[in-house]
């Protein structure tokens, strides 16, 4: 478990071991999500479009 303080601006660090694990960069976006009382924080994709890589395999244009 890793721990945090919340500066007077509102503002946390996350932990070098976390940001190394989920190869987060300066200026990445999260998406911050109240889940059950928890505060859940979930990286989003770099690039919109790199989301939808590989979802149209197999598809076949021609038709």
Do not use: C, F, W
Request: net charge positive.
């Amino acid at each position: 478990m890793h721990k945090v303080t919340i500066s007077e601006k509102g503002q946390i660090s996350i932990p070098v071991a976390l940001r190394r694990r989920y190869g987060l960069k300066k200026g990445d976006k999260l998406v911050l999500e109240e889940i059950e009382g928890a505060i859940v924080l979930r990286p989003l994709p770099r690039h919109p479009l790199l989301a939808l890589r590989g979802s149209l395999k197999g598809v076949n244009a021609e038709n």
